[in-house]
């Protein structure tokens, strides 16, 4: 009896090492596949708001276009007339 139940307990840690070993193999194959699915999400994120106008030039549009070039235009006149 005792030579019986040994055995299935040693039966039962074998199942469930080879659980978790199995576990532990599925979640690192989903981590990997994930990754690599993720890889080039950042950058296709930037590009895509970039292109949208989402990241805009706060001196070129503050500064430039609206001091810096109204005041060279007058000035181009001036010197033309």
Known sequence: MRKRQE?????QNEREKRNNKI??????VARAIAKRYNTGMKDYACKHLADVGY???????????QN?????????????K
């Open 7 to 11: 055995f299935e307990r040693r039966k």
């Open 23 to 28: 576990a532990a193999h599925k979640k690192l």
């Open 55 to 65: 990241f805009t030039n706060k001196f070129k549009n503050e500064v430039l276009e």
């Open 68 to 80: 810096v070039l109204p005041w060279l235009q007058s000035q181009v006149e001036e010197f033309v």
